[in-house]
T-cell receptor, first 114, second 114 residues
Framework: KNQVEQSPQSLIILEGKNCTLQ??????????LRWYKQDTGRGPVSLTI?????NTKSNGRYTATLDADTKQSSLHITASQLSDSASYIC?????????????FGQGTILTVHP | KAGVTQTPRYLIKTRGQQVTLSCSPI?????VSWYQQTPGQGLQFLFE???????NKGNFPGRFSGRQFSNSRSEMNVSTLELGDSALYLC?????????????FGPGTRLTVT
């Protein structure tokens, strides 16, 4: 069964600190992996999209890594800001005959305190 | 360029009623996908429409249906509402078909079933 597990479920950090969110998946065959940021009461916003051949992708202070061998991804946030407080969702898209089938993680709720 | 818009933003319905939600994609985008988000289940894919045709469908009962018009606008209908249908319904648009493409989400419609 395709699954995406994210850890931790929630995280509290101080403004200015760095943090790393984890995503482990068992989706097969793999097509791509996306990280979304969702502010409370709003729709998700795409941060990065990574295919099988990509190891690292950055978007400003956000850097995602992908290890297709271990089926793990991480999202690193540098020099956190109050506006980073949100839910971060990992989504894996399947390939092959299951093309486009999406499996969602439950998300990590990040709270940044001043 | 205007983003994805969804109407209404909030809705309260009674069990047994039906509801229709609307989504207008970003200008030029031809694919619209719908998602249900609840605290317990997280984000779940409902269906995707491209060129007025349903291209992908998630694991939801037949009470959930949708359609897409020639201008790419989409509607989602839920008949015989149940308490468990209370959720945030999100739509996302992308340039082309296939859920592997970059998707842009709307703000969602918050449906409450009493």
């Amino acid at each position: 069964k395709n699954q995406v597990e994210q850890s931790p479920q929630s995280l509290i950090i101080l403004e200015g600190k760095n943090c790393t969110l984890q995503c482990n998946y068992t989706v097969s065959p793999f097509s791509n992996l996306r990280w979304y940021k969702q502010d409370t009461g709003r729709g998700p916003v795409s941060l990065t999209i990574m295919t099988f051949s990509e190891n690292t992708k950055s978007n400003g202070r956000y850097t995602a890594t992908l290890d297709a061998d271990t089926k793990q991804s991480s999202l690193h946030i540098t020099a956190s800001q109050l506006s980073d407080s949100a839910s971060y969702i990992c989504v894996v898209s399947a390939g092959g005959t299951s093309y486009g089938k999406l499996t969602f993680g439950q998300g990590t709720i990040l709270t940044v305190h001043p | 360029k205007a983003g994805v818009t969804q109407t209404p933003r909030y809705l309260i319905k009674t069990r047994g009623q039906q509801v229709t939600l609307s989504c207008s994609p970003i200008s030029g985008h031809r694919s619209v996908s719908w998602y249900q988000q609840t605290p317990g289940q997280g984000l779940q894919f409902l269906f995707e429409y491209f060129s007025e045709t349903q291209r992908n469908k998630g694991n939801f009962p037949g009470r959930f249906s949708g359609r897409q018009f020639s201008n790419s606008r989409s509607e989602m209908n839920v008949s015989t509402l149940e308490l468990g249908d209370s959720a945030l319904y999100l739509c996302a648009s992308s340039l082309w078909e296939g859920l592997a493409d970059e998707q842009y989400f709307g703000p969602g419609t918050r449906l409450t079933v009493t």
